[in-house]
């Protein structure tokens, strides 16, 4: 019996560290991209076209590069919605379209503040 709670304790043992491993993964792809693309609208915001577009580009990249990691551990849903504000940014800034630069911005923004929050337990996700 003994070697059963044993047994029982270090998959417990392991499921937090990998939930832990989670966050932290999460948690540093998110903050890296929101970084890349608070550059890029600083960029905009100065009428520096080509640096916002590097930045956002520099973001794609990111993303696109953690697909063996999103496809994982995030819903495909989010993995599309996030990938779509990401291609909508890079088409407002390539255009110019400044009406709608600040919505694309947030909308990038709110997907992936989304997905960090998610990923991270809660009362009610636990309940």
């Not at 956002?56 to 999103?70: C, F, H, M, S």
């Amino acid at each position: 019996m003994k070697k059963r709670e044993f047994t029982a304790a270090a998959v417990l043992v392991l499921f937090a560290v990998l939930s832990v491993w989670n966050l932290k993964t999460v948690d540093s792809l998110t903050d890296e991209l929101i970084i890349c693309i608070v550059k890029s609208q600083e960029c905009s915001e100065k009428l520096d076209i080509k640096g916002a577009e590097k930045n956002v580009d520099e973001a794609i990249e990111r993303w696109l590069n953690a697909d063996g990691y999103t496809h994982i551990f995030i819903r495909h849903s989010e993995i599309d919605s996030t990938s779509d504000a990401l291609y909508e940014l890079k088409e407002a800034i390539q255009t110019e379209e400044a009406t709608h630069l600040k919505a694309a911005y947030e909308k990038v923004r709110y997907h992936l503040e989304s997905i960090n929050s998610m990923e991270h337990p809660s009362i009610g996700s636990i309940l």
